[in-house]
């Protein structure tokens, strides 16, 4: 069975820098575009960043961008989260999302991970 698993969240003080994780595990047949969202509390889940199959391209919401950095390594099916600069308001759980064929035979289904807390202390 194909889950996203994430790691590397924690607390960190405004300013620095935290690298959370993301792994597909369940031998995916393929892995498409990786992304990352995150959820304050009362508040919905909004879009961080994205990345196409290959890396090439990414996307980043203006409020993340410049400070953020997603990236991916295709041999081992993650995704993973540069922040630097952080910010009190880039507290969150922060989710990752992957769009998986789990086997030749199925569909392409879009996969969330359990989520990660992310607290940035001022």
């Known amino acids: 069975q194909v889950q996203l698993v994430e790691s590397g969240g924690g607390l960190v003080q405004a300013g620095g820098s935290l690298r959370p994780s993301c792994s597909a595990f369940?031998?995916?047949?393929?892995?498409?575009?990786m992304g990352w969202f995150r959820q304050a509390p009362g508040k919905e889940r909004e879009f961080v960043a994205r990345?196409?199959?290959?890396?090439?391209?990414?996307d980043y919401s203006d409020s993340v961008k410049g400070r953020f950095t997603i990236s991916r390594d295709n041999t081992k099916n993650m995704v993973y989260l540069q922040m630097n600069s952080l910010k009190p308001e880039d507290t969150a759980v922060y989710y990752c999302?992957?769009?998986?064929?789990?086997?030749?035979?199925?569909?392409?289904?879009?996969?969330w991970g359990q989520g990660t807390q992310v607290t940035v202390s001022s």
């Open positions: 369940g031998r995916p047949f393929r892995v498409f575009a």
């Open positions: 999302n992957a769009e998986i064929i789990r086997s030749s035979w199925s569909p392409l289904y879009d996969y």
């Open positions: 990345i196409c199959p290959s890396g090439i391209y990414t």
